[in-house]
C-alpha cells in the first residue's frame, strides 16, 4: 500500500512538472507570436505610411502635372462644354479609394486570421489539457481500483491466516491436554500399582506373622501359672515369652531368636513390634504366650513391683483364651484376604484392621514406598512442566 501510494505520488508530481514545464512552454511561444504580430503591425503600418507617403508625393506630381495640364486645357475649356468637364478628375478619386479599401480589407483580413489562429491554438491546448486530464482521471480510478483490490485480498489473506493459527493453536493446547491426562493416569496408575502391591505385602506379611503365632501358640508348654522362670530353667529357640522390654515395667510378646548357653543362660528376644534384647533367663521373662491389652496397658502405668505382682496373678487360662482370641482373628483376616485375591490385585484392603496388626518394620516399609511414590510424582510433575515451557518457548520463538 505506501509503496503505491509513493508511487502514485510521484506520477502526480511528474505529470504536474510536464504541465508546467509546456505551459512554460506555450506561454513563451504565444509572448513570441504576439511580439511577431506587434512587429508584423508596425511594419505594416510603416509600410503603410510610406505608401500613404508616397501616394501622396504622386498626388502631388500629379497635382502639379495636374495643374499644368489644367494651365494648358483651360484655354480649352471654354471652347469644350460643360459636361465634359471633370470626367477624370472623379475617376482618380475612386481608384484611389478602391485601394485605400483594398488595403484596409487586407489588413482586416490578416487581422481575422491572426485571432482565429491564435483562438485555435488555444482551444487545441484546451483541448490537449482536458483529454490529459481525463486520462490521468482514468489511470488514477483503474490504481485507486487495484489498490482496493489488493486491500481485499490482503485481509482475506490476513483472515486465512488468523483462523488456522488459531487452529493450530486450538489444536496444540488440545495435544498438550491429553498428553497431561495421559501423564496423570500413567503416574495415577504406577502410584496405585504401588500401594496395591504395597498393601498385598502388608497383608501377606499379617497372614504370615498371624500363622507364626498360631504356630508359636500350638507348640508353647503350658506357662507355670504366669511365674518368672527360674535361672536354671532353660528356654529353647523359637519359644514365645514376656519380657520386660528396658525395664520398663511393661511386659511385651516375644520370641526366643538365640540362646546364649555359655553366658550364664542368656537369650535374645525379638519383640511383636521389631525391637531385640538380651534377656538373662529368669529376670522378667515368663511363658506367658500372648497378653491381654488391659493388662499391658495397667502393667505399663504401673510400676515393676505391681507389674509383676499382676503377671504372677495372670493365669493360664487367661493365656488360653487370648490365643483362642486371636485365633479366631486370623481365621477371620485370612477368610478376607482370600476375598481381596479373588477380587484382584486392585482390591482394597481394610486400613483399621491391617493397622492392628503391622508392626514397626512394615509401617517403615510402607513409609518407604509412599515416599518413593511421591518423589516419582514430583519428578513426573516436574518433567510436564519443563515440556510445557520449552513448548511456550518454542512457539513464542515460532
Not at 503591425?41 to 497635382?63: F, V
Not at 528396658?246 to 550364664?264: E, F, K, Q, S, Y
Not at 538373662?280 to 502405668?301: M, T
Request: aromatic share 2%; hydrophobic share 25%; glycine share 6%.
Amino acid at each position: 500500500m505506501e509503496r503505491e501510494k509513493k508511487a502514485l505520488n510521484q506520477q502526480k508530481l511528474e505529470t504536474e512538472r510536464q504541465d508546467q514545464a509546456a505551459t512554460r512552454i506555450q506561454t513563451t511561444a504565444r509572448q513570441r507570436q504576439a511580439t511577431t504580430r506587434v512587429n508584423n503591425l508596425r511594419q505594416e503600418r510603416e509600410t503603410a505610411a510610406q505608401t500613404t507617403k508616397s501616394a501622396a508625393e504622386d498626388e502631388e506630381d500629379e497635382y502639379s502635372l495636374e495643374e499644368d495640364e489644367y494651365s494648358a486645357n483651360e484655354e480649352q475649356e471654354d471652347a469644350m462644354p460643360e459636361s465634359e468637364l471633370g470626367e477624370p478628375q472623379g475617376k482618380t478619386e475612386q481608384e484611389a479609394e478602391k485601394v485605400m479599401g483594398g488595403e484596409k480589407k487586407t489588413e482586416a483580413e490578416r487581422q481575422d486570421q491572426a485571432a482565429t489562429r491564435i483562438q485555435t491554438a488555444a482551444r487545441q491546448r484546451r483541448a490537449t489539457t482536458q483529454v490529459n486530464n481525463l486520462k490521468q482521471e482514468k489511470q488514477s480510478k483503474v490504481l485507486n481500483q487495484q489498490m482496493l483490490e489488493t486491500e481485499r485480498q490482503h485481509q482475506a489473506a490476513t483472515r486465512i491466516q488468523t483462523t488456522a493459527r488459531q487452529r493450530q493453536a486450538t489444536s496444540r493446547v488440545n495435544n498438550l491436554r491429553q498428553e497431561k491426562e495421559r501423564e496423570k493416569d500413567a503416574l495415577n496408575q504406577a502410584a496405585t500399582r504401588i500401594q496395591t502391591t504395597a498393601r498385598q505385602r502388608q497383608a501377606t506379611t499379617r497372614v504370615n506373622n498371624l500363622r507364626q503365632k498360631k504356630d508359636n501358640t500350638k507348640q508353647t508348654p503350658p506357662s507355670p501359672g504366669g511365674q518368672e522362670l527360674p535361672v536354671t530353667t532353660l528356654l529353647n529357640k523359637g519359644d514365645t515369652v514376656h519380657a520386660d522390654f528396658l525395664g520398663m515395667g511393661l511386659r511385651r510378646p516375644g520370641t526366643i531368636t538365640r540362646v546364649h548357653a555359655g553366658d550364664g543362660g542368656c537369650y535374645d528376644v525379638l519383640y511383636t513390634h521389631g525391637a531385640l534384647e538380651v534377656k538373662v533367663a529368669g529376670k522378667k521373662v515368663q511363658w506367658a504366650a500372648i497378653r491381654s491389652r488391659e493388662a499391658s496397658e495397667a502393667a505399663a502405668h504401673a510400676s515393676e513391683p505391681a507389674a509383676e505382682d499382676a503377671e504372677d496373678d495372670y493365669s493360664v487360662e487367661g493365656d488360653h483364651d487370648d490365643v483362642e482370641e486371636e485365633e479366631d482373628e486370623y481365621s477371620a483376616d485370612e477368610e478376607q484376604d482370600k476375598d481381596t485375591r479373588q477380587s484382584g490385585p486392585e482390591g482394597q484392603i481394610n486400613q483399621e484392621e491391617a493397622g492392628k496388626v503391622i508392626d514397626g518394620r512394615e509401617e517403615t516399609e510402607v513409609g518407604k514406598q509412599n515416599h518413593a511414590a511421591t518423589r516419582i510424582q514430583t519428578a513426573s510433575r516436574q518433567r510436564q512442566a519443563t515440556t510445557r515451557v520449552n513448548a511456550l518457548r518454542q512457539e513464542r520463538e515460532t
